[in-house]
């Protein structure tokens, strides 16, 4: 009979117990050791924790560490085992050398399963070394790339961006009435990967790109490209690329008197944007995977508890991070076994009620089988919903 796997993801009643082990940067010994009859799990984490993208990692590692420590409260037992989960957190800096030398360290230090990394661009490198040792993956990469090698150890937390570009591809010429578009992006996996699914769409609704221009993820001064844009008479720009860039970029824009609409994905709508780019934000527009906050179905249960353990408001990825450490553990209770041989199969069958959705589901390759995306403006100095849009 064909295993099918219900998983029920609701939060865990009572207050969460701080591990130390959660979030330690330093791999202890290889081996998975026992302590006071507990088996330890150790489950990997890499993202940028440092540097302009840090605080997209250390959310995406606050929501895992949240996960984790609930899972441990309920004192969770597998294959006739106490088990306790540890997460092994490592800086990959956005760099895709980086990505693969945390991979290794991760594997070598016997994790049983990896949650991220963040960027595709350290993704999709990264998830060669993990699917050569079966250690089950998921990502918050979202470029289309990242799935797309085959491996049956690569999942995904977050829609690709196949979806997120071509919704806002076809918002820019059916909603904003933009016939001449400008694009940039920074030329990592996740802005180019971004930037060509919106010309697609862009493109398909009648729109005429005017130009396609690239930076950099480290860059700060955009005032050639912008000058160009602007020769073009681009009724609106599209940037795929994170916040750090998006920002400066923003206000060089209103400073030449471009009136054009300024456009972008998820790592654009963020509040460190709104802050980097100050007035200049105002009106800008981004999409981000998912329903709001408020709409998911654990959003408000999920913001209570985060902000009760962080001191701090959620801001993008940490709700998809807590999915994918619940949706992982999930599958090794189900196969009553943390050997990633033996659990892989049931977190590839996952249907699960989570924060994020009613029914996370993966398809063939590790994606989403279902997905929305919202799309939001800024408004008075905050993001606003504009729509919803499914899949």
């Known amino acids: 009979m064909k295993r099918r796997q219900i998983i029920g993801l609701a939060a865990l009643a009572g207050a969460a117990i701080w591990l130390g082990a959660c979030g330690r940067q330093d791999a202890p010994e290889t081996a998975q050791t026992a302590t006071g009859g507990e088996e330890v799990v150790r489950l990997g984490f890499a993202a940028p924790l440092t540097g302009p993208q840090a605080h997209y990692g250390k959310e995406m590692q606050n929501g895992i560490t949240l996960a984790i420590e609930e899972i441990n409260a309920a004192k969770p037992r597998i294959g006739g ?6 997460l092994l957190a490592e800086d990959d800096q956005a760099d895709p050398k980086q990505g693969t030398a945390v991979a290794q360290k991760l594997v070598d230090a016997g994790i ?12 999709i490198p990264a998830s060669k070394i993990y699917a050569d040792h079966g250690i089950p993956q998921i990502a918050m990469a979202t470029a289309p790339a990242y799935t797309q ?32 578009i400008a694009i940039i992006d920074d030329r990592t996996a996740y ?52 916040d750090a860039q998006a920002g400066p970029m923003v206000r060089q824009v209103r400073q030449l008197g471009l009136e054009a609409k300024f456009l972008g994905g998820e790592m654009v709508k963020s509040p460190t944007f709104v802050k980097l780019a100050s007035d200049a934000a105002e009106g800008t527009i ?6 709001p906050l408020a709409q998911m179905p654990g959003g408000k249960d999920y913001e209570a508890r985060y902000k009760a353990r962080f001191k701090e408001e959620v801001q993008i990825y940490s709700p998809y991070a807590y999915d994918a450490a619940r949706v992982m553990v999930a599958a090794m209770q189900g196969a009553d076994s943390t050997e990633p041989a033996k659990y892989l199969p049931l977190l590839a069958k996952t249907e699960a009620a989570g924060v994020t959705s009613a029914r996370i589901a993966y398809d063939e390759r590790g994606d989403l089988k279902e997905g929305t995306i919202t799309v939001y403006k800024v408004e008075a100095g905050d993001w606003k919903v504009v729509e919803a849009v499914g899949r």
């Open 112 to 123: 049983r399963g990896m949650l991220g990394h963040f960027n595709s661009g350290t993704s």
């Open 149 to 180: 090698s085959g491996y049956k150890t690569a999942f995904r937390a977050m829609t690709n961006d196949v979806q997120q570009g071509s919704v806002m591809g076809r918002f820019a010429v059916d909603k904003l009435g933009a016939k001449r």
């Open 81 to 86: 085992r106490a088990v306790r989960f540890e």
């Open 191 to 242: 802005g180019q990967g971004l930037a060509d699914e919106f010309e697609k769409a862009a493109r398909a609704a009648g729109a005429q790109i005017v130009r396609r221009e690239y930076t950099s993820d480290k860059a700060t001064d955009f005032m050639a490209i912008l000058t160009s844009i602007k020769a073009a008479r681009a009724e609106a720009i599209f940037y795929g690329g994170a």
């Open 286 to 291: 981004a999409s981000l995977a998912g329903l």
